[in-house]
């Protein structure tokens, strides 16, 4: 069974940073993209980067220069710094990956939990 497990939200004031990690266990093929989703309360969870095994990145326009998205795809990981973070970037984030459970399967999504995070002074 594949799990995802995100760690590294927390509180920090505006302007500051924190750096988000999430890893991919259990048996399976490979990882195709991975990616961070965000949802603040009382709005609709939206993406906030993604990245293929390739190494190529999406961003939301309203990260963009802020954060970074990298991936380890012999750790099956995937980080997220966020520099400068402003109180709007408030929220739960989520990873998710898509997973191909064997060679010739095709891949499923996958989430995991969340971490949370805060921007306040």
């Known amino acids: 069974q594949v799990q995802l497990m995100e760690s590294g939200g927390g509180l920090v004031q505006p302007g500051g940073s924190l750096r988000l990690s999430c890893v991919v266990s259990g048996s399976f093929f490979s990882i195709d993209t991975m990616g961070w989703y965000r949802q603040a309360p009382g709005k609709e969870r939206e993406l906030v980067a993604r990245?293929?095994?390739?190494?190529?990145?999406i961003y939301a326009d309203s990260v963009k220069g802020r954060f970074t998205v990298s991936r380890d795809n012999v750790k099956n990981t995937a980080d997220l710094q966020m520099n400068s973070l402003k109180a709007e970037d408030t929220g739960r984030y989520y990873c998710?990956?898509?997973?191909?459970?064997?060679?010739?399967?095709?891949?499923?999504?996958?989430w995991g939990q969340g971490t949370l995070v805060t921007v306040s002074s």
């Open positions: 990245i293929i095994s390739g190494g190529s990145t």
């Open positions: 998710r990956a898509l997973v191909r459970a064997r060679s010739l399967s095709g891949y499923l999504e996958h």
